[in-house]
């Protein structure tokens, strides 16, 4: 058996950490063979659910779990942590963007960004999942200036997933006939879902499902509209989707990418694709052992050119927002 790895999992008791834990514990993430001790961090008003949910945990037996710590203490919870799943902050409700949140969840991600910076080990990779998600990993990145930048990663996987979805129903094929999906910008609904580097069976998108006026317009807000789609019929947000789209980007991080496809995810922009530096920007990503590389010269025509500038343009407007969260 490995040596067991400490995973931190913020707003653990929340509904997001509820449909998570379980499939950490039982391997579904890290691995079959890899033994994990669970450090789960609330708030003081969500303590007493989070015990119920360790209860849960322990009466699950599983092989793979070494330990359930919980805290409300970020030192205690971050303490030599090789991965921080960062998704406690409050969810938006219905008739609110993401970025109305900034104001309320913001600031959490100074704390938790100079908290993992002093106690976890060396190596960690954080994914933000707390909204608006992009924006909060670069609050924490920029309160954690010793943690390369390598190491930050904020959620599109949902969005690659719905997309995925969308496309397989019109073109009436199984999800997983769909491949190439990248979601560019902002995990908002100015996000660019690229129909025209995604493949289903191989092929190019547009050539399976000839249908332009669709794939430019209700392809694209289904996509964009559907985080809110979901909460106006649930009454609130997307969660079990959620967990799965988080487990799904930390596999994605830790296995090499099958040859010649890539997923989403937002990272810190290194200025490729001439978005601007040291945003945390949805791009395509392979991973090749344990390291995620943008992937490099997809062709954009003028209509996708401008729907990723307008969801940049978001995502600086959005830094300017928190910049007295940001170190100088
Ligand atoms: P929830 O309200 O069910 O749970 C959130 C939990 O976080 C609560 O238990 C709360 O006590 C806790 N919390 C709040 N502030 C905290 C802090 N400072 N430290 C630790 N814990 C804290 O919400 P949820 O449905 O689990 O969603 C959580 C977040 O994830 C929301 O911001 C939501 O918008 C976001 N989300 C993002 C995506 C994405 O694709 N990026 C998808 C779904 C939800
Ligand atoms: C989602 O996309 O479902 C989440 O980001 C929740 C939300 O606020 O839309």
């Known amino acids: 058996m490995k040596k067991a790895i400490r995973v931190a999992v913020t707003g653990a008791a929340g509904q997001i950490g509820y449909s998570l834990l379980p499939r950490m514990a039982s391997g579904q993430v890290f691995g079959a063979d890899q033994p994990v001790i669970l450090q789960l961090i609330e708030i003081e ?38 991965w921080a799943l960062l998704i406690g902050s409050v969810p938006r409700k219905a008739g609110m963007e993401r970025k109305d949140l900034l104001g309320i969840n913001g600031k959490i991600f ?22 608006p998600c992009n924006t909060n990993c670069l609050i924490a990145m920029n309160n954690a200036p010793a943690i390369p930048r390598d190491r930050w990663f904020a959620m599109m996987r949902l969005d690659e997933n719905r997309a ?53 317009g209700e392809f694209i807000q289904t996509v964009q509209e559907r985080g809110a789609a979901i909460i106006k019929a649930r009454g609130s947000s997307s969660a079990f989707s959620a967990a799965h789209a988080a487990i799904e980007t930390v596999r994605s991080l830790t296995t090499d990418t099958p040859p010649g496809d890539w997923h989403s995810v937002a990272l810190c922009s290194d200025g490729s694709y001439r978005i601007a530096e040291g945003l945390i920007c949805g791009f395509p990503v392979s991973s090749k052992d344990q390291k995620a590389s943008i992937v490099p010269g997809l062709p954009h025509d003028d209509f996708a050119r401008e729907r990723i500038d307008k969801s940049v343009r978001e995502l600086q407007e959005e830094r300017a927002m928190v910049a007295d969260l940001l170190p100088p």
């Open 110 to 131: 100074v704390g938790q960004g100079q908290a993992i910076e002093s106690n976890a080990a060396a190596g960690v990779r954080i994914l933000v999942v707390g909204n």
């Open 164 to 216: 995925k979805a969308q496309l397989a129903q019109k073109a009436g094929v199984p999800w997983r006939e769909v491949s190439n999906m990248a979601i560019w910008g902002n995990h908002s609904n100015t996000q660019f879902p690229d129909f025209g580097n995604a493949r289903i069976g191989g092929r190019p998108v547009p050539e399976v499902i000839p249908d332009r006026p669709w794939l430019e």
């Open 45 to 82: 008003p969500g303590m007493a659910a989070l015990q119920g949910v360790a209860l849960e945990l322990q009466d699950g037996a599983f092989p793979l779990l070494e330990g359930i710590e919980t805290t409300s203490d970020l030192h205690r919870g971050f303490d030599r942590i090789t």
